[in-house]
């Protein structure tokens, strides 16, 4: 995951950017997440990427690429396994949902809503005009109800963790961190 440090540099230095203290690397291949402090990694977790291919553009279904930063943090205060919807907790667990609602995916515990940083890749629109805004797609890092399914391909284009690591990973991201995702 070194190689995504030395990634999130080169790009913040093209983009006129300052690599952010805390970081987080995803890799989609190994569908891990490393989250490190002045470059160490502090702590890793394995996560769930997208079904689909990554993919940056609107409506795909794909984790997205390339740098990001944490636009907001969703979920303070709130239990484990809560589950929010359209960011807003609704005061149930995962578990007191109907079977049927239990087999989708949900959306629970913490929200760490991420906002791409290069435009026409990850932010806005692209060259092509398709829309490759991270942000506007609504693309998070958030605790799972399928938390079985974690270290392989499964979410919707967010990327999933347990609803622990979460917890922890909530409390030692700022808005603003830097995220780099790669295949």
Known sequence: MNE???????????LGLKPTTRL???????????FYRDGCL???HVIS?????????????????????IA????AGQPPGIVFKARVATGQHYSELS?????????TTRILWLRGLEPGHNAGTAATGEVVDTYARYVYIHGTNH???LGRPFSGGCIEMNNLEILALFDEIRPRD???IED
Not at 59 to 66: F, I, N, V
């Open 49 to 69: 990427t997208s079904l689909r291919p990554p993919s940056n553009v609107k409506d795909s279904l794909g984790t997205p690429r390339g740098l990001h930063e």
């Open 147 to 149: 938390e079985e399914r």
């Open 24 to 34: 987080i690397t995803v890799s989609i291949a190994r569908q891990l997440l490393g």
């Open 42 to 44: 502090v702590r890793s």
């Open 99 to 107: 079977a049927a609602e239990q087999a989708r995916n949900l959306i």
């Open 178 to 180: 830097q995220v780099w």
């Open 72 to 75: 907001e943090k969703v979920g």
């Open 4 to 14: 995504g440090l030395e990634r999130i540099k080169e790009k913040c230095h093209a």
